[in-house]
């Protein structure tokens, strides 16, 4: 079968690309990676660095003409959740157009323009996002949702957390996988909810344990501002459940539970021997005080800037981080030596220690040092294993689809 071409954007460091290629299905033909708080590209740098120059765009999305990009078979991304991802109509012509800055807008504008429609699309996003904005929960998914049944998709989605497929990280992310009209796998899913829990892209990447709880079922709204504008206003939760098939506007949505039973990594796997750790990574002693405050549970009366006081309470973290569990969430973050709640503390033989470069990349799953470049600090490489994904989610999701290509 011949290589699915991709079209991969927000890359980042490139975790779509090394999840897909390495299935040796998928072959990524142009990519873009624009951060639009700094000077310097970083991430663009390091994805240069390890894939190339070549169909690589490191310019803002929302500037780049859709005929700068060649078709492609997939599009994948982990794009920015911005919350009020509005519709709005155009004056003066017929159309949608999103609020600016918000870059779901710049992948709907790439799908409606493209000519030749991509058949597939595979992307990520933090799990809030089925329940964002708060005033209306699910709002901005219901328009992602409906925008792209418009286009001609279907769309499966799983709220996935890594560690619970044996991946060495606690993790939740949303996934969503879009499969347009012209596909033959469209005309599969005859039944959404048998495609949801045992026949979808998802379900035979992620298998779910089998239960008899009825999915809930409800239509969307063609019309993305008449959702923009109504969408839930009277209910406090989201309609939206950690799975679901929204086809032809019907959504079928269901909770699901992770069927696993392989091994399970942990913690203590990826680390790295003491031998190859700087000094720099361990705790110093006049600093564990602060570490321990900042880790431990606290009920304190704090006083504003403006004299304000207030009651402030909080839990404990595990200090030092368990080893022999899948880690908790790396976070952006994660790197700099300064003492903070968030960061991951190990116990080892030397003493306490944050976390190496290496071992955040391990716990999503990157090969060791991929992203060590000439002017990239330890602190950015920890920044961006923060914002990627664990590349062991998009291999899995990758060698689904293919095998469903392959058996229709």
Excluded at 130 to 158: C, H, T
Excluded at 237 to 265: R, W, Y
Excluded at 281 to 303: A, I, N, V
Aim: aromatic share 10%; glycine share 8%; hydrophobic share 35%.
């Amino acid at each position: 079968m011949q290589k699915l071409s991709v079209c991969e954007l927000f890359a980042g460091v490139g975790g779509f690309r090394l999840g897909l290629e390495k299935t040796q299905g998928f072959k990524v033909i142009w990519s873009n990676q624009w951060e639009p708080s700094t000077k310097t590209q970083h991430a663009s740098m390091v994805y240069e660095a390890k894939f190339g120059p070549e169909n690589h765009s490191n310019k803002d999305i929302e500037t780049v003409n859709t005929e700068e990009i060649p078709d492609f078979d997939v599009l994948v991304g982990g794009f920015p959740c911005q919350d009020y991802s509005v519709a709005a109509t155009l004056k003066n012509a017929k159309g949608i157009i999103g609020k600016k800055g918000v870059l779901w807008w710049s992948i709907y504008r790439i799908l409606e323009e493209k000519k030749v429609k991509p058949q597939f699309l595979i992307l990520e996003n933090v799990d809030r996002l089925l329940k964002s904005p708060v005033k209306q929960r699910g709002r901005d998914f219901a328009i992602m949702l409906s925008g792209l049944n418009n286009l001609g998709y279907a769309v499966e989605w799983r709220i996935i957390n890594a560690a619970e497929y044996g991946m060495p990280q606690r993790r939740r992310r949303v996934f969503f996988v879009g499969i347009h009209n012209t596909s033959p796998l469209y005309k599969k899913i005859k039944t959404p909810e048998k495609w949801l829990r045992q026949n979808g892209i998802l379900a035979k990447g992620f298998p779910v344990k089998e239960d008899y709880n009825r999915p809930e079922q409800f239509k969307l709204k063609k019309n993305l501002v008449a959702i923009t504008e109504q969408f839930n206003l009277d209910s406090k939760l989201s309609p939206f459940l950690n799975s679901g098939i929204c086809l032809e506007h019907t959504v079928t949505t269901a909770n699901l539970k992770p069927d696993f039973n392989g091994p399970h990594s942990i913690l203590r796997e990826v680390l790295q021997e003491d031998s190859k750790v700087d000094k720099a990574f361990y705790l110093p002693e006049e600093q564990l005080q602060k570490w321990s405050y900042l880790k431990g549970s606290k009920k304190e009366t704090r006083t504003t800037k403006a004299g304000f006081t207030y009651n402030y309470a909080e839990g404990s973290m595990v200090f030092p981080d368990d080893l022999d569990k899948a880690s908790r969430t790396i976070i952006t973050g994660e790197g700099g030596a300064s003492p903070s709640r968030f960061k991951h503390v190990i116990q080892t033989k030397k003493g306490l220690r944050r976390l190496t470069p290496v071992e955040l990349e391990r716990l999503n799953m990157f090969p060791d040092n991929h992203t060590q470049l000439t002017g990239i600090t330890d602190t950015k490489r920890a920044f961006f294993m923060g914002n990627a994904l664990v590349v062991g989610i998009v291999e899995k999701i990758g060698l689904s689809l293919i095998n469903h290509l392959k058996n229709s």
